[in-house]
């Protein structure tokens, strides 16, 4: 059985590898798709087989996928491009008869309201449609999306937000992989099963911030700001608009509970509690 990865010179693509290696795949039952054979190379060492192909091109994708029978489909990092990437993908893979299709979406994807979902909606759909398995691997939030800013937080002593007292249900990025592995790995059906996952211990950005002074030993507040002047906010920082404003949007949906899960979907397939927030923070800032 050949398992493939696409992204899998990405951060949670090689995550992925590394969790499947771990629970027992053999290196030349995987095969690892990337954009770049030099990023592949490393993984090339380690006795996977590599593909160069890029999302934008489904004939190279078409060759990419020859042979595999379960794809682990990590979705673009190009907001705005994902749907037509992942339709390429998906065609690509029914041409050559992949049997399953894993697909990481997004926590609540049908009803929390993100704008940031709607991509993700939009390739559910067109996985549904393909006659293709499918497994949808709805991640919740990252907790590196708070920790990679971490000394911007330190520095100031303020983590901004609009997200008032909503929960969040981030979790470990390798978390998301090890489930990832788990369902690829899997003897049962995985076929029409859709995992909504996240860490059994939410938490608000006032938490964040608590634990992030905690852990570096200094004051760090959460400062509620109004969206419009988050936005800005960002904006006169330097992020590109449409980026800022599916920030600020994320934040309002929290509110509203958008990344909140509760299933315990993550640990039952990682098969241990997810890592907590203050031991990705120490790790973090251990580095």
């Not at 520095?155 to 008032?164: D, H, M």
């Not at 049962?188 to 006032?206: A, C, H, M, R, V």
């Amino acid at each position: 059985m050949k398992i493939a990865v696409t992204g899998a010179t990405g951060q949670l693509g090689g995550l992925v590898i590394d969790a499947l290696l771990e629970r027992g795949a053999v290196p030349a039952q995987l095969v690892a798709i990337g954009r770049s054979e030099e990023k592949l190379a490393p993984l090339a060492g380690k006795g996977l087989e590599t593909r160069v192909a890029d999302y934008n091109v489904q004939p190279d994708l078409v060759s990419a996928l020859e042979g595999v029978d379960k794809l682990l489909l990590i979705s673009s990092s190009e907001v705005g491009q994902r749907v037509a990437q992942h339709e390429n993908i998906i065609n690509a893979a029914k041409q050559v008869d992949v049997s399953l299709i894993a697909y990481t979406s997004i926590a609540n994807a049908m009803t929390g309201g993100m704008e940031l979902a709607e991509e993700h909606i939009a390739t559910e759909r067109l996985l549904a449609g393909s006659g293709i398995g499918y497994v949808l691997l709805r991640n919740g939030w990252y907790i590196e999306n708070y920790t990679d800013q971490l000394m911007g937080y330190l520095n100031s002593g303020v983590i901004l937000g609009a997200a008032g007292e909503g929960k969040i249900s981030a979790a470990a990025r390798a978390d998301f992989a090890e489930a990832a592995a788990a369902v690829l790995l899997s003897d049962e059906e995985q076929n029409g099963k859709i995992y909504e996952l996240g860490s059994d211990k939410p938490f608000t950005l006032n938490q964040l911030a608590g634990a992030v002074g905690a852990a570096a030993g200094q004051d760090v507040a959460y400062k509620e700001v109004d969206p419009e002047q988050l936005e800005k906010i960002y904006a006169d920082a330097g992020v590109p608009g449409p980026f800022a404003h599916i920030l600020v949007d994320t934040d309002v949906r929290i509110r509203e509970g958008a990344l909140e899960v509760s299933t315990g979907d993550l640990a039952k397939l990682i098969g241990r509690a997810p890592a907590s927030l203050g031991k990705v923070i120490k790790d973090n800032l251990d580095k």
